[in-house]
Each structure stands twice: as C-alpha cells, then as structure tokens.
C-alpha cells in the first residue's frame, strides 16, 4: 500500500458512479494528483470540494500506477468567501481550472503551488485582478514558457516598454515598435512598472497571457482554454 499526506488546494471534482467523485488537487510535493473521494456527492463533500478550497489530503493506492482515493478535510474554505463577488470567485474558479488543464500530472511544480496560495491571499486584496495577471505569468514561466519583460527586444529604451512580440515573448519598447506595432500585443503599464492596473490593463494582461497559454499550452494539444479562463476574460473586456 502506498500513501502520502499532504495539504493541498482543490483544482476540480467530477461525478464517479452514483454517490463518489473523482477530484483533482495541487500539492507542493506530489504536483496535480487525481483520487477517488467515496460520497464526495454528498451535501457536506460538495462544500469542501469547491475549486480553490485549501484541505488536508491522505491518499492511498495499492500500486503507484493506481488512480488511488482521498481522505480530505477541508482546511479553509475560500470559494464560499467569494460568493458576494463575483469577479473574484470567477478569477479562483480561472486558476483552478487552468492548473487543471495545464500542469502534467504527478509532477511537483512548487512554484505553481506557492503562487497558487499567494493568489488565494491577493484576492482579499483591493488589486486582485493586477495580481492575477501576473500569476498567470508565473503559471507560464513554471512551465517554461516565460516571457522577458525586463528589456527591449528591438535595442529601445527599456523606459518606455509598451508591447510584446507575440513570437518571442519580449517586450519592445514605445519608440521600436512604431513601425510594425498593429502586429505586436499591448503591454499593460502595471506589467512594466507604470501605473496601478485598472479594469483596461488588466483586459490587455489578460489577452497577453491568453495569447502565450494558446500557443505554448492548449493549441498543441489541440484544445481551447478552459470555459472559466473565457469568462474571467468575458468580464474584464465588458467592463473595459
């Protein structure tokens, strides 16, 4: 029998037979990890398995190979915090959903974890959506796709970085890329150290990110991004 504990933050759960779930949890150690959850259908199971809730997970197979089950209790139930704000709770439900669909299974990436939990923080927070944007740069970079914000691609002044090649995934500054900069994606002003956000720059950090997620992530595996990402994303577009 193998087994591990650990705390963990709940990604997803999808109905198994009539009364269990199969639910997906992000750990520190043991990366993105699947396990059956006996009656996770119930009343109570369903409060603690909302995306984002934090828990402390016991899972036990016979073989690693094994899908294996749960023992979970809820630790901190965060998504019930977020159900008077509705932007918050669809930004939680986004970076459930995107770990889901992105991080390889069984395979630590710490780094996502920990950025997952500081997000859990921010959201608390009166900047929240910036916050976000930039987790999904993390997100990204964790998977080895980071983009170099740092300086200009093109040679120009590093003061004045304004877009992003949508090839290489750096920044190129106001004056460089005068000549060519319908083809290159807006770089919000909060991303490169100017300004606090707004609902306009956070539209644009998230149709920066969306454009790398799609290319690095989803179009490979020839799919979309996740239904909760185009709604957070739905959001901020109205409201810009």
Request: hydrophobic residues 45%.
């Given at each position: 029998?193998?087994?591990?504990?650990?705390?963990?933050?709940?990604?997803?759960?999808?109905?198994?037979?009539?009364?269990?779930?199969?639910?997906?949890?992000?750990?520190?150690?043991?990366?993105?990890?699947?396990?059956?959850?006996?009656?996770?259908?119930?009343?109570?199971?369903?409060?603690?398995?909302?995306?984002?809730?934090?828990?402390?997970?016991?899972?036990?197979?016979?073989?690693?190979?094994?899908?294996?089950?749960?023992?979970?209790?809820?630790?901190?139930?965060?998504?019930?915090?977020?159900?008077?704000?509705?932007?918050?709770?669809?930004?939680?439900?986004?970076?459930?959903?995107?770990?889901?669909?992105?991080?390889?299974?069984?395979?630590?990436?710490?780094?996502?974890?920990?950025?997952?939990?500081?997000?859990?923080?921010?959201?608390?927070?009166?900047?929240?959506?910036?916050?976000?944007?930039?987790?999904?740069?993390l997100l990204l970079a964790d998977l080895g796709f980071g983009l170099d914000l740092?300086?200009?691609?093109?040679?120009?002044?590093?003061?004045?970085?304004?877009?992003?090649?949508?090839?290489?995934?750096?920044?190129?500054?106001?004056?460089?890329?005068?000549?060519?900069?319908?083809?290159?994606?807006?770089?919000?002003?909060?991303?490169?150290?100017?300004?606090?956000?707004?609902?306009?720059?956070?539209?644009?950090?998230?149709?920066?990110?969306?454009?790398?997620?799609?290319?690095?992530?989803?179009?490979?595996?020839?799919?979309?991004?996740?239904?909760?990402?185009?709604?957070?994303?739905?959001?901020?577009?109205?409201?810009?």
């Open positions: 029998m193998i087994e591990w504990q650990a705390e963990a933050i709940v990604l997803a759960a999808r109905p198994h037979g009539e009364s269990a779930v199969v639910a997906e949890l992000l750990t520190r150690q043991h990366g993105r990890c699947a396990g059956l959850v006996q009656a996770g259908q119930s009343k109570r199971m369903r409060a603690v398995l909302q995306p984002g809730n934090q828990v402390s997970a016991v899972w036990r197979a016979r073989l690693s190979e094994h899908l294996g089950r749960f023992a979970i209790e809820l630790t901190a139930s965060r998504a019930a915090g977020f159900f008077d704000s509705p932007g918050r709770l669809a930004a939680l439900s986004s970076a459930a959903a995107l770990c889901a669909a992105s991080l390889p299974e069984r395979e630590p990436h710490p780094a996502s974890y920990d950025g997952f939990l500081a997000l859990l923080e921010a959201l608390e927070g009166e900047h929240w959506a910036e916050v976000y944007v930039q987790w999904e740069l740092s300086s200009c691609a093109a040679g120009g002044e590093n003061d004045q970085l304004a877009y992003v090649s949508p090839r290489s995934g750096r920044a190129v500054s106001l004056s460089a890329a005068e000549p060519y900069r319908d083809r290159l994606i807006p770089l919000p002003g909060f991303l490169a150290g100017r300004g606090t956000g707004g609902e306009r720059e956070v539209a644009e950090g998230l149709a920066l990110t969306a454009h790398f997620l799609e290319r690095h992530i989803f179009h490979p595996r020839d799919r979309r991004l996740p239904a909760e990402r185009l709604r957070l994303a739905q959001r901020f577009d109205a409201a810009a």
